[in-house]
Nanobody, 126 residues
């Protein structure tokens, strides 16, 4: 699975951005998908994950209520809608795909996740 994230940019605090991650290769609909973020010198941080069907989602407490993860299996794409952005949301955002059998790797052991895309930079100015 190849993953290509896009949609990052510069936005003022309180603004919104939507990230997209297009997948190619193996059957997209069979994979759990998620988003992480990372700043220089810091650990990669879980942001959100969605089940293969799109029916279940999980969020980090820091983004709950502000971010929404979704997927369109017909377009092989996963999205991260980010609202009410804060300067502390500034980071490089990465999408990831995993064959399961659950989403647990996303928030328990992300080093074991199957596939990672290159990141897209989100900068939130105060």
């Amino acid at each position: 699975v190849q993953l290509q994230a896009s949609g990052g940019g510069l936005v003022q605090a309180g603004g919104s951005l939507r990230l997209s991650c297009a997948a190619s290769g193996r059957t997209f609909r069979g994979y759990y998908m998620g988003w992480f973020r990372q700043n220089p010198g810091k650990e990669r941080e879980f942001v959100a994950a969605v089940s293969s069907s799109g029916g279940s989602t999980y969020y980090a407490d820091s983004v709950k209520g502000r971010f929404t993860i979704s997927r369109d299996n017909a377009k092989n794409t996963v999205y991260l809608q980010m609202n009410s952005l804060k300067p502390e949301d500034t980071a490089v955002y990465f999408c990831a795909a995993d064959g399961g059998p659950s989403m647990s790797k996303f928030f328990l052991n992300h080093n074991a996740i199957d596939y990672w895309g290159k990141g897209t930079l989100v900068t939130v100015s105060s």
